[in-house]
């Protein structure tokens, strides 16, 4: 079974280290025909590109992505995609004393205790850059969906990081794009970068909460019972790192509800069913009903700081461990356009699932029922 | 590609709707050679079965458990092992009234968007029902796991309902098979009692959390980068019916913290690794480092409930809706052994892709590394 | 991995063992709203039934098919579909005397191998029975293309017993039926059958050559690389039991021919392309083209003879050994249905593949493209 | 579903044109700490190497392979590892007359049927070019084979071409990688090459059936039902460019046996069964024996011929056509290589599967039994 390949229909491999030569993700199952160029691609990893902002690594990384195979004269033919990039600030020599000691709350542990090897250049296959891959991916996904589901938008920005909560009334989704925070607010902009500097200062780093919004999904997508909607978001997800939860719609608020709270009572509308409340986040049995699709996820604060922290190296012996190098200190900003490539791929995946199974058909509500 | 089947090497397929003459499960990929029969089985059906207490439906099913396959002189022989649950006290008239009509909250507006048909009786396949299958595998995974992991434990427990919670200080393991909460301290049993008796006499119903803890499971398991552990482990609950947010280690709450708190540090101990703490919930990059693995879900409230709701029918009329019927006040109690069984199956999957790819070698902390 | 389940998008797990309780099929992935019932599949199951004619095994088996799961009112709901078969006539003395020992030619001895552990009971996994319940998700498949390509029709028959063959000059589809050798020649069936009769008298078996024609194969199924749909058929005849061979088109014969000879030159016809042969066996480049396929595989001759061959036992001692009880002097007759079977199942797979990715557009040939 | 993907375990996706920038494969589940490096891939590619001798395409390719994940320091680490070819001869001028016409013989216009749209450049997609992708992933399979199984032994070697065949009594294994064409008798090599010279001058092609013998395969390789050893191995080979035919030991001609001939007969040997003749091909159940496994299969003529076929163009003109550009009088010679290639993935791929299932217990025959 290959693991590090995502989706059914629509499958992607990500391969590549955070310090070798290159990385870049093979996606198979495209559609023929849609128009597609490197452009359209990079646009999506230009968001998550490092170095942007003082707010992220200041590692400088220009992410161009070159497409390999799978299109000609400008669309795609339905064979493999290859789409790679090439690393190209790599500096190894800042982490040549990480290389035989174990980093707390990192994976580079559990990586050593598995495979008896690790490549500890930046973390190697474990290193966030490996999400570089996952947004290329996304890429292409976004433009078969805007070929076959132009009405669908996904949406993701932060609803917290640290102490600081979005305020839900001043959501303005206008706001995301302008500040280095995917925040839909711009007026709390100040305040989380005033708070995320004094995190830095201080040597630390802080965890965040992200969110994605679904609009304009079609009722019918998600299989049950083991390849549920809600399921492969929440797998899509928590396969992000450093990830540790996963929402749809009320999430772990929904254990305090009653029934009676809970029930999303439907009306008819013009166009069908109209629910009058969306505790279900837009998923029922698995499947989706056409309502907004709400996931939101949680990211542990980066495990790479310059504070001091008790560990062990490869020999076995107790050291306290700084790490040097260059780290986002708040993790969860560049975790939000990977969110938005996982959701664009989870929904074209079942879309195209959807159509090898029932052909698209749909059941009607209504008098010809 | 089959929806209606869980896992890579341990996979198991589940079949049947709550009101067809039977519901079962297909196992395969079991090690050849493991004691197994009907009656160890039984023991983990016997667990979830409904109408053991005045808390769960008083629908009464013997869940009695049949193997049809892949045992010889009470051996696995590596073939598939088929499981049948024949479904005794079916009393389809209870559902004749919303043969056309769509319960708010449930499945059943999902089903007919997608299929165009859905089997009403008991929801059908939505059913919970479902969930008697994934525990009979949940069986299977348990024997195999016994013969190759005897020190792991797999221990599910209710942590909320509604207003109450777990108190922690009070956690008693020994108490959970003692009362029909699945709760880890017998001196709250009756007020959790008291509780849900009112929830029921008010025509409602009640959300829930419930935790699963696995012990003893070894380091290594899990597969980077989309068949990472957590991400396994989260699709596995996710896809249990009602689950609406899943949790590892600090799940939701990681956003709240920064590094310096996070960081789970290392010291020495006899056999290997010691942590000082377990922010992570066992994993690490995806992969179990030695540690406890804590999995927290919450389980949304039964929608099918007696008081009125609004909502439309098949014709697109706006009604009223009471859903009589045997249902649970809290679906979520009876979610706890199902949880157990889709953990275990995970790990044993995990176990058994290691196997494949490592071929069980372990990296070695040490002077001799 | 399931090993013993077959197909991508329509998928089916068979299960059970010659002399166990039942044996049967879980399918998963077919579409809803097809009409389908216990009749329809029985009828291609009592096209393999033994006992049917001299010419195959006495055993009794009545090979009614149940269906337990995934139809609802008469169709289809697109739910997983579960159907049984139960052994009647087992007979388990038969097989005692060679519990320990291997038949030269037969399975057991690689099971025991493998597994260590065997069900000797009339082969248990590795007899031919398994194939009744490929022929019921056959049947599932027939009901399906049924609906979705009415024009498609598949046929098997036999072209090789022995050293007697098929008179490609006499074929005559019309008198298949009407035989026990599935033969499409109605004068040579007299001399096939003193033939078999002969072999039978004489303590020994022989083997078989089948062919199986699919019409009405609509151009653009099949998938490139790893997916050719004469890929996926030649999968589907090697895995029935005893095949040794498989072809498409010319075969092991195109390895004479030169490319001026193979080369299918293409006229226009009235619909589209008009071939001029079809050395490809309607297959270009893993794609159907619209042409009639052609299948043929070899069958070995069964390894159950009551003539005394040398072999070893499980402790390793050499013996002589007669294999007693009910056994096909030729194996490759009830292949035929079941290779019918396997062709249905591939195409209906591969429809439903080409609708998840291409939605089935197809390529324009013609002024217009 | 990823239809350029093969494998189970041992999996590898290949991608890339016959004239884009370049192609590659992406190989996953490869066990840690394995020593690989380019070098040791690039003595496989060097085989199937286009331009090494006058009976194959004059097309010059370097076929240099780079290495671009999943090796550090010499070894694998269990990472995706990324292998890219650059194609530098790409000539494209060479096909612009054929952009919309159909080469008789050809999967261009399946390709143009199916997906309407194609790479027309040398065939993109459907180029035999892919195979060179195949052979690098057969690189890293052997490369595991060499760690884990010293004793396995993968042999390919052409046995017919046209109307010669290789004279079994003169098979001489040390003579095939001494001529071009890889044939096991240093006897008949000038005699194969007259012929082809002859073939070429011709204006023609012509086809070919290639054997491929695997020694010190391990007994109880394979997974009944539908992941046989020789299933697999079948669509293996049936999934090379222009095969039509495969066969495992008596192959086609088992139709002509009877029992007693057919049946391998089996005595003690000093470290197990020991058989006296294999008709089998080493693979009883799907499983391997232990004895060598043997595979034959054919391949067809080169569709690209420069004598002037009949066909039609993509506007639905009846046209006649003549094949430019340099093509390989018989592509069955460099199959060789790739399907050498193919059969030690598939033996790779089964030794990792039969480790999760079984931890590679095996079955005593013996007095301890």
Redesign the interface.
């Known amino acids: 079974?290959?693991?590090?390949?995502?989706g059914?229909?629509f499958?992607f491999?990500?391969?590549?280290?955070s310090h070798?030569?290159?990385?870049?993700v093979?996606v198979?199952?495209?559609?023929?025909?849609v128009a597609l160029d490197e452009g359209y691609i990079q646009q999506f990893l230009d968001l998550r590109r490092p170095g942007t902002s003082k707010h992220t690594t200041q590692r400088r990384e220009a992410d161009q992505v070159?497409i390999?195979?799978?299109i000609?004269e400008g669309?795609t033919?339905?064979?493999?995609?290859?789409l790679?990039i090439e690393n190209t600030d790599q500096r190894s020599r800042d982490y040549g004393d990480i290389a035989t000691s174990?980093r707390?709350?990192?994976?580079?542990?559990?990586?050593?205790?598995?495979?008896?090897?690790?490549?500890y250049r930046g973390g190697?296959?474990?290193s966030a850059r490996?999400t570089a891959a996952r947004v290329a991916a996304g890429g292409v996904a976004q433009a078969v969906l805007r070929h076959l589901l132009p009405d669908l938008a996904v949406t993701g920005y932060m609803v917290?990081?640290?102490?600081l909560h979005l305020e839900r009334a001043r959501f303005d989704a206008s706001a995301i794009p302008d500040n280095p925070f995917f925040l839909p607010d711009a007026t709390a902009v100040q305040e989380w970068s005033d708070y995320l500097d004094a995190?830095r200062k201080d040597q630390?780093?802080?965890?965040?909460?992200i969110e994605v919004l679904i609009q304009g999904c079609p009722?019918?997508?998600?299989?049950?019972?083991?390849?549920?909607l809600?399921?492969?978001l929440?797998?899509a997800m928590?396969?992000i790192?450093a990830v540790?939860?996963?929402?749809?719609?009320?999430?772990?608020?929904?254990?305090?509800?009653?029934?009676?709270?809970?029930?999303?009572?439907?009306?008819?509308g013009n166009d069908g069913?109209r629910f009058?409340s969306n505790?279900?986040?837009g998923?029922?049995?698995?499947?989706?009903?056409?309502q907004d699709i709400a996931v939101?996820f949680?990211?542990?604060?980066?495990?790479s700081?310059t504070?001091p922290?008790?560990?062990?190296n490869?020999?076995?012996?107790?050291i306290e461990l700084i790490t040097k190098g260059r780290h986002d200190p708040c993790v969860?900003i560049r975790a939000v356009p990977v969110a938005e490539a996982m959701a664009a791929c989870v929904i074209l995946d079942h879309l195209?699932?959807?159509?090898?199974?029932?052909?698209g058909?749909?059941?009607?509500?209504?008098?010809d029922?």
Not at 283 to 290: A, D, K, Q, R
Request: hydrophobic fraction near 30%; proline fraction near 6%; avoid cysteine.
């Open positions: 079974m290959s693991y590090n390949t995502f059914r229909e499958r491999t990500t391969w590549g280290e070798g030569p290159a990385l870049g093979t198979d199952g495209t559609p023929p025909g070159r390999l195979s799978g000609f669309r033919t339905g064979t493999p995609i290859q790679m174990f707390p709350g990192h994976a580079d542990i559990a990586y050593h205790l598995k495979y008896g090897i690790r490549d190697g296959r474990s490996e917290q990081m640290g102490a995190i630390n780093s802080v965890g965040a909460a009722p019918g997508l998600g299989a049950p019972v083991y390849a549920k809600d399921t492969d929440a797998a928590m396969s790192n540790k939860g996963v929402e749809i719609g009320e999430g772990m608020g929904a254990a305090a509800l009653t029934g009676t709270d809970n029930a999303d009572e439907i009306r008819m069913p009058l505790h279900a986040g998923i029922l049995g698995g499947i989706s009903t056409g939101r949680s990211v542990k604060p980066t495990s700081i504070t922290r008790r560990t062990i490869q020999q076995g012996q107790e969860g195209l699932m959807d159509r090898a199974q029932t052909g058909l749909r059941g009607v509500i209504g008098p029922s």
